[in-house]
């Protein structure tokens, strides 16, 4: 029993383990990426040439690979180019002091220095509670006072500081530039295009909530066999959690990406900042969609619909399903880095009609009901999903001003994102059909993106999800 | 004009100092007590017996106390246990890789040490994604590989790793010893009772809002200078805006938490984890009242108050302001650490009789209007303060379990707070007055607690908003 017990404790682990390589394959190859980093750097001590030539500092070295080697190439060049940096700016100013205290003699040389090192070690400890500096120069700070105070105190006993200062950057220079080296040619994990991929990527969870919810919400009006199709849409309903709380990865990604150089599609100075405005909307929408989810638990929808909620049905629906498939053009747009497609646009104008409609219907609704209580749940969906079409506008305004901002391709010269001359070029046919299945739009455009633009409508058409 | 520049950046840089010094002054404390620390540290190199006894590794004291000193006292527990564990571990394993690579032979010894190094670097590295790890024990790991690699490497050129290992386990034992007794003796910040703080001051942002909300949503129903009203009630409209991104302070503060020793109220295992399911709760209701404030804005409010707003003003406005109260009662029984105070139910009862009356005049509403869309603002916006009714509660429930949880004071032990006998001990009379005088509850108890209660009542009271 007990060799079982431990047998499946391991089994557990072992699962655990695989999961997370699975999850994420590039923590297997970081972590094979350290591991030859600090292999290589031990070469200063196997070495004998290379050894003679730095001695026992060689731990520097080893130290500065550990503690630099981060995750991404933009945290490790921060990290890298923080310390190097601190280290040579505390280096110098630790000469400096050690020869103003060398001047006041055998008996005031370690008060003077006692005093510096206080009066150094507690400003710039201070100086880290600047958000600015915080954020992204905390290290290089800490270890401005570690090389300060080694350098300054050392200097007082060992009487060679500069020999010591020097070995020290040298061997910092050295286990650097292998990480950094290593981070960037080997399998390089870009924080940017982290960044890049969790901002889109959270977007299409609120389109993913979206094209869903008309389904999920309107189910019980219509027949057949709903029990399916919650079963099947449940990590929908979850997805858009995760962006609630995205805020603090997102800050410290741009953060790292600022060290970045050129990779992929992107430049050294890509507007990283502009991302952070796209992220903060989409946590907007996303709080948006947490009050629409608390009309999605079950006791509101076994009632008996009234004869309201069969009224806004339609254009609920299609306002909802619209406004998914404009930001999953935008996310697909985004995440391709060509402009905004010409489709985010009309389905955007979609839910914006629907949008109308449905306010149309509300205000011609003569409410005969005596009881406002019974249809206040539909009324809060409707209000929320016209709120919804204004965040997905300002969202795709932003994703629009990024585009500029970072010179994405554009698929098509002609078209301009704002006011897309496509609806002049082609016709747009909305039509609505029987109860049972979607509204949708067809587009037809005269032109060679013919072929293009159908396959897109296509393949965001299987994406949906069926009501 | 160029000199008056850089006075003006320099005046322009000391106001921000001040202001960061002021807006928390443990702030200039904490930088005092790591000046302190690393003066003292450096005793070991400046008082001669001391550096006879421990030589040049006394600069492994002084990296020790850069780099574990931290604002709270749960932070720097955390870094100097991992790090002493760490090094611990790392370091009798490097003994015996040592010893295994000596077995090998002159020419195999490199190759038997490399490939431990590697395989134990790629895998303790990662093992620092493993959630529980990176939450708790990152540090510890970063150490282990550090330690490890630099006792099993400079083993094969120095053959004194002994006297190595040894050195640096004293000297940081006595770096992080002066870091913890200094954090702990000389004003601890603590991470816990930040916690704690930051947790009730969050429930008190949210009780701003609800008590300030029903006069600032239906000031334009009432004659008077509401302009002046929207002038001063900005800072409560702002409050809760710094709940929504609360999450990863939180989480991180509970994980130092942890480690700290019994400090004022607080055990040594203190329900920290408890904390966070309060803060989610609290979340949860500051995504509520987002919803809610998206209908503060002005073009929805200069419209003519509908009939529905007529009728819907008391309640509301009840429900919000009571709400509010619940909270702030049970915000300030929290932070007190005493047992959720009675008058927190009575308010929470009161708000629950406000929801009732709201609910009874939106079923009673002879909807005459024909025009849904113009009365949706102020349905949705009774909708979401029904909804928001059940979220204090929710809160509430947290709070008691807590309060059972941590053994809160009780502050009259025949008062069991889920089931105020106090009801039955007194009479409450809850009494609307004319308009223009805000709906309260008057509670009266017999016995030794008069005074007090009557007391708390009045205080509340002239916190409430002047609606």
Known sequence: MGIEAVKNKAMEIAMKIKKLGQDDPRRIIHSIKVGVALTLVSLFY?????????GASGIWAV??????????????????????LGTLLAGSLG???????????????????????????????????????????????????????????????????????????????VGGAICIMISILVFPVWAGETLHNSVT????????????????????????????????????????????????????????ARWEPKHGKFRFRHPWKHYLKIGSLTRHCAYQIEALNRHLCPQLQTQDPSQLRRMIEVPCKT???????????????????????????VHLNAAKSAMNDLKDSLKLTTAQTTNLLAIIPDATVASILIEIVKSVEDLSEAVVELSLKAHFKSIEATVSPEKPQLLHKGTINPFVEAEDEQ?????????????????KKGSSGTTSLPT
Request: net charge negative.
């Open 439 to 455: 509204p949708h739009v067809v587009i037809r455009v005269r032109g060679t993106e013919d072929e293009d633009l159908t396959e």
């Open 46 to 54: 196997y070495w004998k040439p290379l050894y003679d030539g730095f």
């Open 95 to 173: 000469v400096g002091v050690n020869y103003l205290a060398n001047l006041s003699g055998q008996k005031g040389e370690p008060f003077v220095l006692g005093i510096f090192v206080f009066l150094i070690a507690a400003s710039a400890t201070f100086s880290r509670f600047f958000p600015g500096i915080k954020a992204r120069y905390d290290y290089g700070v800490l270890i401005f006072i570690l090389t300060f105070s080694l350098v300054s105190i050392s200097g007082y006993r060992m009487d060679e500081f500069l020999t010591l200062a020097h070995q020290r950057l040298s061997t910092i220079l």
């Open 319 to 345: 306002l909802s399903s619209e406004s998914g498939k404009a930001l999953k053009a935008l996310a697909t747009g985004m995440k391709a880095m060509t402009n905004p497609s010409p489709s985010s646009q």
């Open 201 to 256: 990527s959270n977007i299409n969870k609120l389109a993913d909530y979206l094209e869903g919810f008309g389904g999920e919400y309107f189910y019980c009006c219509e027949d057949g066999e709903h029990g399916v199709a919650t079963e099947k849409d449940k990590s929908f309903v979850e997805g858009y959690k995760a962006v609630l709380n995205s805020k603090s990865m997102e800050d410290s990604m741009a953060n790292f």
């Open 63 to 84: 130290m500065t690979v550990v503690v630099i080697f981060e995750f991404t190439v933009g945290a490790t060049l921060s990290k890298g180019l923080n310390r190097g």
